[in-house]
C-alpha cells in the first residue's frame, strides 16, 4: 500500500468508515473524502464501521523516559526531577535507541503519525542519541520533530540538575549545527531548537539558541510554566516571571512552542496569544506530578495554538497519545466547573491541527482535506457502532489502538500490526536494559 509521491502505485480508496465516509489517498495525499467512486485499478481497503481521523500530532514527548518509567511515584516535578537526574546519567545510546524504537510504536499503534520528542539528557556528550532517536523514528515510519534539548546549568550554577548531566554552551551549539545538517530534511525529520527548562539553562544558552534557530529557520521549544516552584526560581534568580524572562531572552514569537504553560496570568496570555506562541498541553503528566491544570480555553481564546502532548512516560506511564484525548475534555469541564465547557471535537481538534498548527505544520498535517498528507488514523468502530455520536463515541469511549495508520500514504499499521517492527520484541529488550538501572 505505498503510495509515496511519485511511485506510481495505485489510488488507495479506504471504503465505508462510518465517519467522515470514504477516504481516497494518491501520491501521498488525500484526493477525495465522503462518498468516493470506484475506479479500475483502485486499492479497496475495507473499513466499514470504523472511524477515520487525522493521524494524532504528539507536542511533547521524552522518548527516553521509557527507560525510567514507575519511579517516584509520589513526587512533584522537582523531587521527581532530582530523584530520576542519576538515573538518567547512567543512559547509554544504545538505551536511548530501545526507549525511542518502543516509545515511537507506541505512539503509531495509538493513532499519533507525527511526534515531537524533547531530548534534553546527553550523557557523556555523545550526540549520537540523536541518530538513534531519528534511526527508530525511519524504521517505525512516523514523522519525527526532534527537539535538540540541552542543560548546562548545573547544581554549582544554582540549576537542579547535578553538574555531570549537563554540557558545556559552546559544546552545545556546535552538536546543535551537527544534527541540524545531518537530520533536518522539513517532511519526516524536522529538527527543533529546545533548551530545557528556566532552572537548568543559562541566559546565554537560550539567547545563542534564539539566535541559531532564526538563522536556520527552525522552530523553538522549551519547558515553562509548569510549576510554582519554577515561577518562583524565575522570581528569585531573574526577578521576573516566567514568561517575563522568555520574553527578555527574544522568545516570544510564532516560531515559538511551550511545554504545559500552566501557571501563565491574563496578561501573559494575551501577550502569548497576540504573538501566536503555542502550547503543548500535556493532562496526564500534569495531573501525576500535581502540577496544575492549563487553562486551554482562554490560552486559544487568546490566540495561542494548543496541542496535546504524552510528555515522558515517567510521568505519564501510558506513553499514547489517545489517552489525552479524554483526559483533555475532563480537565477543562473540572477547571471550568461546566460540562460544556470542552466537547469531543475539541478533544480532537487539540489532538490533530492544533498539534500542527503548534509544530507549524498544519498546511500539511492534521486535516481531512483534499491535499493534505495522507497522515490518516482508522480506529476500530465495532464497539461504539450503537453510539450515535461517533466522535464522542471514540473520545469518550474506551482506550483503543487504530486498525490501520497512514503516514504520506504509507501503511504503518495494518490490522493492528505495527509494520516497521516486532513491536512486542522491542519491549523484550527495553525491558532487559531497563532492569540494570534499578541497582
Do not use: K
Not at 493513532?111 to 515531537?116: D, L, N, V, Y
Not at 545531518?182 to 533548551?195: F, I, K, L, T, Y
Not at 503548534?358 to 450503537?386: F, K, N, Q, S, T
Amino acid at each position: 500500500m505505498n503510495t509515496g509521491p511519485g511511485n506510481g502505485q495505485p489510488r488507495v480508496v479506504l471504503r465505508g468508515a462510518r465517519w467522515p465516509g470514504d477516504v481516497a489517498i494518491a501520491d501521498g495525499v488525500i484526493t477525495e473524502v465522503g462518498t468516493v467512486e470506484a475506479r479500475p485499478g483502485d486499492v479497496t481497503v475495507d473499513v466499514d464501521g470504523d472511524i477515520i481521523t487525522p493521524g494524532l500530532v504528539n507536542t511533547h514527548h521524552h522518548l527516553y523516559q521509557w527507560m525510567t518509567r514507575g519511579r517516584a511515584v509520589g513526587c512533584d516535578l522537582f523531587g521527581w526531577l532530582v530523584e530520576l537526574y542519576p538515573v538518567w546519567g547512567r543512559l547509554t545510546v544504545e538505551d536511548v535507541a530501545a526507549a525511542a524504537l518502543v516509545g515511537l510504536g507506541e505512539l503509531a499503534v495509538t493513532g499519533c503519525t507525527s511526534a515531537a520528542d524533547h531530548h534534553y539528557l546527553v550523557p557523556r556528550g555523545d550526540d549520537a542519541v540523536f541518530d538513534a532517536i531519528v534511526e527508530a523514528a525511519a524504521t517505525v515510519g512516523i514523522r519525527l520533530h526532534l527537539s535538540r534539548g540541552s542543560m548546562d546549568l548545573g547544581e554549582s550554577q544554582g540549576g537542579l540538575p547535578p553538574d555531570h548531566v549537563v554540557e558545556d554552551l559552546d559544546a552545545i551549539m556546535a552538536s546543535t549545527e551537527r544534527v541540524i545538517a545531518r537530520h533536518h530534511d522539513g517532511e519526516m525529520v524536522h529538527v527543533v531548537v529546545a533548551p530545557c527548562s528556566p532552572f537548568s539553562v543559562s541566559s546565554e544558552l537560550m539567547e545563542a539558541s534564539v539566535a541559531l534557530a532564526r538563522r536556520h529557520g527552525l522552530r523553538l521549544h522549551t519547558h515553562l510554566c509548569e510549576t510554582v516552584d519554577e515561577q518562583e526560581h524565575c522570581l528569585e534568580r531573574f526577578g521576573r516571571r516566567p514568561v517575563e524572562q522568555l520574553d527578555a531572552w527574544g522568545w516570544v514569537g510564532d516560531d515559538v512552542w511551550l511545554a504545559h504553560g500552566i501557571w501563565i496570568n491574563d496578561d501573559e496570555m494575551a501577550r502569548l496569544g497576540a504573538a501566536g506562541v503555542g502550547v503543548a498541553h500535556c493532562p496526564s503528566s500534569n495531573a501525576r506530578l500535581a502540577a496544575g491544570v492549563c487553562r486551554v480555553t482562554d490560552l486559544e481564546a487568546a490566540g495561542s495554538p494548543v496541542g496535546l502532548g504524552v510528555d515522558g512516560v515517567a510521568s505519564n506511564e501510558v506513553g499514547g497519545l489517545f489517552p489525552e484525548l479524554r483526559q483533555s475534555l475532563y480537565a477543562a469541564r473540572l477547571r471550568a466547573a461546566a460540562a460544556d465547557a470542552f466537547m469531543p471535537a475539541d478533544a480532537l481538534r487539540l489532538g490533530t491541527s492544533g498539534g500542527a498548527r503548534c509544530l507549524g505544520v498544519d498546511e500539511r498535517v492534521g486535516g481531512l482535506e483534499p491535499g493534505m498528507a495522507a497522515d490518516l488514523a482508522v480506529w476500530p468502530g465495532d464497539d461504539i457502532a450503537d453510539v450515535v455520536d461517533p466522535l464522542a463515541g471514540l473520545v469518550l469511549g474506551p482506550d483503543r489502538r487504530v486498525r490501520h495508520l497512514y503516514v504520506g500514504g504509507r501503511a504503518v499499521v495494518a490490522d493492528g500490526r505495527l509494520l516497521g517492527c516486532d513491536l512486542a520484541d522491542a519491549h523484550a529488550r527495553l525491558a532487559r536494559r531497563a532492569r540494570r538501572l534499578w541497582d
